[in-house]
Every structure is written in C-alpha cells, then in structure tokens.
C-alpha cells in the first residue's frame, strides 16, 4: 500500500473483524459479501408492482429486517467460531487495511479475515493478505496488511464502503461548519 502503489481510495473507520493466520496467501476467502443485498431491493419493487395492499408490504419488510437481525445474530457466532483473532480496521481501501489487535503478529505472516461491514444485515467481506510492516500510533501497534487474495464481490463491497464512509465524514464536516 505504499503511496506509488496506491490505486484505491482508503478511508479511516472502525469496523469489527476477525482472523485467522493461514500458510496460504493465494486462498480463497471463506466468507464472501452479501450476495442476497441487492436482491432485496429488487423482490420490494416487484411487491410495489402487485395488488398487494402496501401496508402489507411494510409489514413483511418490518418482518425480514427483524429476521435479518436474528440470523445476523447467529452468523456471528459461527464468524468468531472459525476466525479466534478478533481486531478492529482503522482504515481501509480495495488493496489493503490497517488493524489493531491484542494479538501479536509477525511482518510476513498471512491472515485470513472476516470484515463486519455491517452488522444488520449482516455484511461480511472476506480477504486474504499480508502482513507487511508495523507501525506504532500513540503507542499502540497498528497490523498494516495488503491483499494478496480477494474476490472481485468483495473489493467491490469495499469500495463501496468506503465511498459510503467518506459521503458521512464529507457530510459531517459540512454540518459542523454550518454550526
């Protein structure tokens, strides 16, 4: 992610994410992103189309979310079941993020991760990288990792964060200064 290198956005953040360290920095992720998200939107479309009354469509949309929480709730025990390292991103972009743990790790080892980029509907990315330095910030070690695997779905629901992110803090600023 060095500065010449760099050809993605990153944006500072705090997101959940949990790792496992792997000998295999070509792999696969296991978990992947929200396949079912954009379908959403789609099934509540041809709902509107219907004869259905709307405030019957606002019932059963009330009832996914409330399920989507629940099932939320369950696949996070099973995220934290096959990925014990828990770490919190502090920036992320398409190529790479930086992460804080209470584990210790060495320049060169390779982690799989599990990112949580949204909790409700549960949103997971998942990554394989590198660790390739560490840095210290206020005397905390910060884990500064590039991708090395990662599915095209994923960058994308990444990039997508992202640009999310910076909308908010583009957003706030404005706010503060019309104060």
């Not at 696949?75 to 992320?92: K, M, R, T, Y």
């Amino acid at each position: 992610m060095s500065s010449q290198e760099r050809n993605y956005s990153r944006v500072e953040t705090r997101i959940k994410a949990y790792a496992r360290r792997t000998p295999f920095a070509n792999a696969k992720p296991i978990f992947t992103g929200c396949f079912a998200c954009d379908m959403e939107e789609q099934s509540t479309k041809n709902l509107y189309g219907s004869h259905v009354p709307r405030e019957l469509i606002a019932f059963f949309q009330r009832m996914d979310e409330k399920l989507n929480m629940i099932l939320s709730l369950l696949s996070q025990g099973n995220i934290q079941d096959d990925f014990p390292i828990s770490a919190e991103v502090i920036e992320i972009s398409g190529a790479g993020l930086q992460f804080i743990s209470d584990e210790s790790f060495e320049v060169g080892d390779t982690l799989e991760m599990a990112l949580i980029l949204s909790q409700f509907p549960l949103k997971v990315v998942g990554v394989v990288g590198n660790i390739h330095r560490r840095v210290k910030v206020k005397n905390i070690p910060v884990w500064v990792v590039s991708f090395t695997s990662i599915r095209d779905i994923d960058r994308e629901k990444i990039v997508q964060f992202v640009f999310q992110e910076q909308r908010e803090q583009i957003r706030g600023k404005r706010s503060e200064a019309d104060k």
